[in-house]
């Protein structure tokens, strides 16, 4: 079928799995017209162009356009249906999400989810990952924590962000602490059109005005839960949570764990406030699946 998008080879081969599967979720994050040099930022992004093609080609294979709610419905009822699905998710809320791939889907009439990070529209979100690019492109080396790392090539400029990353990962705070960090051992200073890459409440809202928009929480600062106490989970899901509600005006029942961090514990305290979430697990939707782990493949562009 010729369907681009990054998956594990067993999900293609559907006689060696028990259940046939019901469709597949999919995970993007932005799309862009000018994509990152730096591969790990670069695999976040996709253009106009490709997305849709990528609708135009699950189209011609007969698959149906689910929304998260239809998906939801869909593993409750154990039931086959015609055709399998495909359901388009995006993390975290970056501004693009509205600006370009909102009208791709509108001229399709092509249902999706955003799952919002509430720092992303506060204007909180660090966006170390960006920050951290912009270092390392223009620095031959790079130093953070008294390690320095060798950027003279963009290979080795590759291989220090995967390395200087788990710096900021945890959670904001440590995040925040490395960032500044970051710019003081390296003598720089923030790019301001970084901070806003973010969608505005507003936007968010108009989405979730439209059908085809189901608007679903990604936890307030964007940290790993399972590295958390039950208290702050809680607390991370349910102020996400309302203060989306309390924007848009409308429940929000569906979750993505942040960097795909999940387990058990997680799973369960996430069942506590929401009716679906969706993992980093690349496979198909089968019947039998828990509606608290979704799997979800991500759809990357060449």
């Not at 989810?113 to 992303?120: C, E, L, R």
């Not at 529209?121 to 690019?133: E, I, M, N, V």
Request: glycine fraction near 2%; hydrophobic fraction near 40%; include cysteine.
């Amino acid at each position: 079928m010729g369907l681009i998008y990054k998956a594990k080879s067993k999900i293609f081969e559907f006689h060696r799995s028990f259940h046939f599967p019901y469709g597949i979720i999919l995970m993007l994050h932005r799309v862009i017209d000018e994509r990152s040099l730096l591969e790990n930022n670069r695999m976040l992004e996709i253009t106009p162009a490709f997305l849709e093609q990528t609708i135009l080609k699950y189209k011609s294979a007969g698959y149906s356009f689910f929304s998260i709610d239809e998906v939801q419905r869909q593993v409750e009822s154990r039931k086959r249906t015609r055709n399998k699905f495909v359901c388009f998710t995006f993390d975290d809320g970056y501004v693009d999400n509205f600006e370009l791939a909102y009208p791709v889907f509108q001229k399709h009439q092509c249902p999706f989810a955003i799952y919002i990070t509430t720092d992303f529209p506060d204007r909180k979100a660090l966006f170390w990952w960006y920050h951290l690019q912009d270092v390392l492109l223009k620095n031959e080396k790079v130093k953070l924590n008294g390690v320095e790392y060798d950027c003279s090539d963009l290979n080795k400029k590759n291989h220090a962000f995967v390395e200087i990353r788990m710096n900021f990962v945890p959670n904001f705070d440590i995040a925040l602490k490395s960032l500044e960090q970051l710019f003081q051992e390296n003598d720089c200073s923030a790019r301001p059109e970084i901070n806003t890459l973010s969608m505005s409440w507003d936007q968010i809202s108009d989405l979730a005005a439209d059908p085809l928009c189901t608007i679903g929480a990604h936890t307030v600062s964007h940290p790993a839960l399972t590295m958390l106490s039950d208290e702050e989970i809680r607390k991370e899901m349910s102020d996400g949570k309302k203060k989306i509600e309390d924007r848009i005006n409308k429940p929000v029942k569906h979750f993505a764990y942040p960097y795909g961090k999940w387990d058990n514990r997680v799973a369960c305290l996430a069942m506590e406030q929401y009716s679906t979430a969706v993992t980093t697990l690349e496979d198909f939707v089968r019947k039998g699946d828990a509606l608290d782990r979704l799997n979800r493949c991500e759809l990357l562009e060449n």
